[in-house]
Nanobody, 125 residues
Framework: QVQVVESGGGLVQYGGSLRLSCAAS????????GGWFRQAPGKEREFVAA????????RYGVSVKGRFTISRDNSKNTLYLQMNNLTPEDTATYYC??????????????????RGQGTQVTVSS
């Protein structure tokens, strides 16, 4: 059974930084795409970032581009999300998701079969 577990969330002040981790276990992921999403109370789930397993490409949502960086360590089956210059608008539950690389829209939550339960990020003003 595949498990995807996020960690690293917490409370941070305006302008601060956090690094989220996402560990996948239960199978060997060869060619995959890893994604991060977030959802704030009362809002729809939002695409944050995605990365190809090769590291050949990464994509970002408009609201985080230039501040967030997605990366991966294939030897550890782990994704990361480095978040800098955080603002209260970044407050949300952050979710990690993974699936085999293939056709489809990586910016859509439904693209991913394996999803985590989320980690809370709160940015104080």
């Amino acid at each position: 059974q595949v498990q995807v577990v996020e960690s690293g969330g917490g409370l941070v002040q305006y302008g601060g930084s956090l690094r989220l981790s996402c560990a996948a276990s239960g199978r060997t992921f060869g060619s995959y795409i890893g994604g991060w999403f977030r959802q704030a109370p009362g809002k729809e789930r939002e695409f944050v970032a995605a990365i190809h397993w090769s590291g050949g490409w990464s994509r970002y949502g408009v609201s985080v581009k230039g501040r967030f960086t997605i990366s991966r360590d294939n030897s550890k089956n782990t994704l990361y999300l480095q978040m800098n210059n955080l603002t209260p608008e970044d407050t949300a539950t952050y979710y990690c998701a993974v699936d085999s690389a293939g056709s489809g829209n990586y910016a859509k939550w439904d693209f991913y079969t394996y999803r985590g339960q989320g980690t809370q990020v709160t940015v104080s003003s």
